[in-house]
């Protein structure tokens, strides 16, 4: 199970929001409708194609709750990518983005991708944030937009796999370092390092000699 | 504070003569660090602090503690006198109880009583002081930032002992320190190794049951580190750095599934499997004590990984990783392998015993692997023989049983290749067998053996009705020559006449496990005689000793599986005879106490507790795992059994009541059946009822909602109404208060222009006038000055002298020009 590259992921967002479903849906395709509180912190993994590149996805599932803030705080800095999740049918799960997202920024690097998501969309008729105003709140603060049903697992695999890709063109752009494991972003342990199209193909030469011996 | 002030003074008696003592000597260095102004009189001060504070620990803890704490945030510049504190603080709050310190003690003992109390604990009382600040942890994990060695490694030193005498304080302090744990990770990439390896200490005691902070390390990429310097440092090869390596990744693994699951993601399990590679040479180089030390961490890792505590999932996953890199091939090879100390080998076979447990590939695997002896054979029936020889060691001997019970666990296929060698065949056996290995520990002289081999017998038998049968059929001759029993006869029998507690319980789970669910085991078992007697016997006795009433227990459990699965083919022991034997001979209630007490029983819960069969001494194997597991499910099932047969008994008695009664329990019957239908009926109304109250109340949402959003629109239009008037009000009074103000305004100002234009065009012909007026008269004035000139050149002509400014002007112009 060799891939090009590792990115690590976290998931945020207030206490029963569906995180957990999420990650379960991604992991294991499946759906649990009722799910324990998460404690402190979850791990789940997947591999994914992108640009016919092998791409391996760790994920750390969050606890919501505010007891565990302090501790999931630790995540954001090792992460490449953050899922950001709200609830579309409870109002205050999307008044406190803009808290979830000052924290996020604060804590991460600058370069961290933070896909938004509204999650439950199964749940039309419960509705009480409209797809635009989620779509309004994604442009103003630069982040991508997508509703999801981790029962019904609508656009689940593809939240996942447009962070990943939003990911992957920032390398492409040279803008992650991506020699600094502290990224969430690591290079596979049988990437070529000769490749032509990637920019940064010297420095993956030497990380990769570094995770052999 | 003024405890310890008290304490000291009882410690050190009043002071002798001129001599200072220590603890004057430590007031007076106190007293300059906090009043010195020159940072060298205090950096003094506290390097002979730090001198004092093992032998003194007591005098500097007491008085110096705040004023080491305000240097280290006020002099947090100078890299030696932080380093001097940082020394001092960790002396004072150390676990251990220095040398120095006991001589102090033993010059002073002659006053003290509760003195030994005072020096155990008091490292843990100063770092209690500490620690009452959070923010002190926080000011020693920023020195951790600092690179200066002077610092950085004391400050290590220091949260180290810390996290000794208070972990669970420390722990919840770091874990919510921003960034905490990242700054003790970031140790690990330390290039001076001495600070690295005590990080690696650091971070063993952080980690100890802490699930967050465990997996926020893992997180900040521990297993990748630690790989890394477990092959710096030369793999199992290397010294105790390697050792500390696997015990930390040890601690991040034990009982935290999320890690595990990471550990198993991120393809660890590969880096881990070449390790277990003996190199071809070791027979001569030999078993190092650390090699030892660093492949017994290795093999505990890898059954942290599987251990069967974890949830199943996860456990398969690692089970099918460790088969697809060779790490099960290693671990066999090792098995097989010369010169491996006894517990590697010993902790090895538990090891492949938890990597095959429940994986049919994985016991496949092994069931296939052949011993290089001569001739070759299967690695179990090796294994096995060591298990019934008394001369192993017992630990071995135990790891054996659980590896076999970890190969039949959940393997219908290995369950019946065992039973299979002991069933009578045309073929002729070359070679020993397992079966054959196993009936002959079953009934030999070692009580050991027998119950090893009835424990791993029974787990051929563990939810598999085929193999009951099977083993049913199996016949064993005990003496050559002499006439073949039946082997479940030849148990009931051995029960009997065997003297041996451990022999018997042995037998007895066996038997237990046949014929739980099986009513011809039961049948046989009735046949056998004497052997419900036995267990009459043993089930009534009112006395016992030492762990005898496991085995009174246990037959009375026996009996409960007679009962409940009975097919009554047996006139004299069907199920009504034997449970009226039950009550008549033992009594419901010591029959119930008898199970009650098997279920209490210590050993009981030690064994129910995991799978692996453990005991310091060989005495203490009496209860087995699997058995406890059948005995928790049956107890029910017994007093069930039991139950039923006494209403039945009860039912009997119907028949003898007077007719009066019977007519009356009729009549109760009819009314019970009515009462019944009504109840039947009201529910179905109740159920009608509810779910109409449920549509009712749906309706009633969807109306207040449709209501809600009519009085919003409402609301919203009414505003908009509002809003639209007020506009329009507003914008005609402007309107009208504009335009007449301006009109007049405009007319009062077109007069005034027109005023002032008049008045304009007026002054302008006067001006045309005045000017006409200045023009004639300049001409005027140019005659009169034509003619002036005129008369004045007569006048010199007429030789008349004109003396005046003007020509003598116009001389001195010509001589200049």
């Known amino acids: 199970m060799s891939y090009a590259y590792l990115f690590k992921y976290i998931i945020i967002g207030d206490t029963g929001v569906g995180k957990s479903c999420l990650l379960l849906q991604f992991t294991d395709k499946r759906f649990q409708p009722v799910h324990d509180l998460t404690i402190g912190v979850e791990f789940g993994a997947r591999m994914i194609t992108i640009d016919s590149k092998q791409i391996k996805l760790q994920i750390w599932d969050t606890a919501g709750q505010e007891a565990f803030r302090s501790i999931t705080r630790s995540y954001y800095r090792g992460a490449a990518g953050a899922l950001l999740v709200y609830d579309i049918t409870r109002r205050e799960t999307f008044n406190h983005l803009t808290t979830w997202l000052d924290d996020a920024r604060q804590h991460s690097n600058s370069n961290m991708v933070i896909m938004l998501i509204g999650n439950k969309s199964d749940l039309e008729s419960r509705r009480e944030v409209k797809k635009e105003e989620g779509e309004a709140f994604a442009r103003e603060h630069g982040l991508v937009f997508m509703e999801t049903s981790a029962k019904t697992a609508a656009n689940v695999e593809e939240a996942f796999i447009n962070t990943a890709k939003e990911i992957y063109e920032k390398i492409q752009e040279g803008v992650f370092d991506i020699n600094n494991e502290a990224n969430g972003i690591k290079i596979g342990p049988q990437h070529s390092p000769t490749n032509p199209s990637l920019p940064g193909a010297g420095g993956a030469g030497g990380s990769q000699g570094s995770g052999c011996c | ?817």
């Open chain 2, 1 to 817: 504070m003024d405890y310890f002030r008290s304490g000291l003074k009882s410690v050190l008696g009043p002071p002798p003569g001129n001599q200072p003592t220590g603890a004057e000597t430590v007031e007076r260095l106190v007293s300059r660090v906090s009043t010195s102004t020159l940072l060298e009189d205090r950096r003094d001060a506290c390097r002979a602090l730090r001198a004092l504070s093992k032998k003194f620990r007591l005098e500097v803890g007491a008085q110096g503690m705040d004023v080491l704490r305000q240097v280290l945030e006020l002099d947090r510049s100078d890299c030696e006198i932080v380093g001097y504190c940082l020394d001092t603080l960790c002396n004072i709050t150390a676990k251990q109880t220095f040398e120095e310190e006991i001589d102090n003690a033993v010059n002073n003992v002659q006053l003290n009583v509760g003195e030994d109390f005072t020096e155990t604990f008091v490292g843990e009382q100063f770092t209690e002081m500490f620690l009452k600040n959070p923010e002190n942890v926080n000011l020693v994990l920023s020195f951790m930032e600092e690179y200066d060695f002077r610092v950085r490694w004391p400050a290590v030193k220091l949260m180290t002992s810390l996290i000794l005498s208070k972990p669970k304080v420390v722990q919840d302090i770091i874990l919510v320190s921003p960034m905490g744990v990242s700054k003790l990770m970031d140790l690990l990439l330390e290039n001076r190794e001495v600070i690295r390896n005590d990080a690696l200490l650091l971070l063993i005691n952080l980690t100890k049951s802490n699930a967050n902070i465990q997996k926020i390390v893992a997180f900040e990429n521990a297993f990748d580190r630690l790989f890394d310097v477990i092959n710096d440092e030369g793999g199992t090869d290397g010294g105790i750095v390697v050792e500390d390596c696997f015990l930390l990744l040890l601690n991040l693994l034990r009982n935290n599934t999320s890690n595990i699951h990471f550990f198993k993601e991120g393809s660890y399990i590969q880096k881990l499997a070449p390790m277990f590679t003996l190199p071809p040479n070791l027979e001569e180089i030999g078993w190092s004590p650390q090699k030892v030390s660093n492949f017994h961490c290795m093999l505990l890792l890898v059954r942290t990984l599987v251990s069967p505590n974890n949830p199943a999932q996860v456990v398969a996953a690692c089970q099918k990783a460790m088969r697809n890199t060779n790490l099960l091939e290693a671990l066999t090879d090792i098995l097989m392998a010369a010169g491996v100390p006894a517990n590697i080998l010993t902790e090895t076979i538990n090891t492949v015993g938890e990597v095959i447990r429940g994986n049919l590939t994985n016991q496949e695997y092994f069931s296939n692997v052949q011993a290089p002896s001569n001739p070759p054979r299967p690695v179990i029936v090796v294994l096995l023989m060591s298990m019934v020889n008394e001369k192993q060691p017992l630990t071995l001997r135990c790891a054996v049983l659980y590896c076999f019970q970890c190969y039949l666990f959940k393997n219908e296929i290995g369950q019946q290749t065992v039973v299979h060698t002991l069933l009578p065949s045309n073929e002729a056996v070359a070679s020993v067998t397992t079966g054959q290995l196993l009936c002959s520990g079953l009934f030999g002289n070692d009580a050991l053996s027998n119950w090893f081999s009835a424990v791993a017998l029974s787990h051929c038998l563990v939810d598999n009705p085929a193999q009951k049968e099977q083993l049913l059929r199996v016949l064993v001759a005990t003496k050559a020559g002499a006439q073949p029993f039946g082997l479940l006869q030849q148990c009931a029998v051995f029960l009997q006449r065997t003297a041996r507690l451990q022999s018997k319980l042995g037998v007895l789970m066996l038997l237990a496990q046949w014929m739980a669910h099986s009513q011809q085991a039961v049948k046989v078992f009735l046949g056998v005689s004497g052997a419900m007697a036995f267990l009459t016997a043993q089930a009534s006795a009112s006395e016992y000793d030492d762990n005898e009433e496991l085995l009174q227990g246990l037959c009375a459990f026996l009996m409960g599986l007679c009962v409940a699965f009975n097919d009554n083919s047996e006139p004299n022991y069907s199920k009504e005879n034997l449970s009226q034997l039950i009550e008549k001979r033992v009594g419901i209630e010591t029959y119930c106490r008898k199970l009650s007490e098997v279920s209490h029983h210590e050993v009981y819960a030690l064994a129910a507790k995991q799978p692996q069969p453990r005991a310091k001494h060989s005495g203490d194997l009496l209860l087995e795992y699997e058995f406890c597991q059948l005995f928790k499910s049956m107890e029910g099932v017994i007093y069930q059994a039991l139950g039923r047969q006494r209403d039945l008994f009860s039912g009997i008695s119907e028949l003898s009541l007077s007719e009066h009664e019977n007519a009356l329990l009729v009549q109760y019957k009819e009314l019970i059946r009515e009462q019944d239908k009504q109840i039947q009926e009201l529910a179905a109304n109740m159920g009608a009822c509810k779910m109409r109250c449920k549509e009712l109340e749906a309706q009633l949402d969807d109306l207040q909602e449709t209501n809600k959003q009519l009085v919003d629109q409402n609301t919203l239009l009414r505003a908009q109404l509002a809003a639209n008037s007020s506009n329009i009000a507003i914008q005609d009074r402007h309107l009208d208060l504009s335009s007449p103000p301006n009109d007049s305004e405009n007319s009062d100002l077109l007069e005034k222009i027109r005023k002032l234009e008049s008045d304009n065009a007026t002054k302008a012909a006067d001006l045309d006038r005045i000017r006409k007026d200045q023009d004639d008269l300049l001409e005027l004035l140019t005659d009169q000055d034509v003619k002036l000139n005129s008369f004045k050149d007569r006048l010199k002509e007429l030789g008349e002298n004109v003396d005046d400014g003007e020509s003598d002007n116009n001389s001195v112009e010509s001589e200049n020009s």
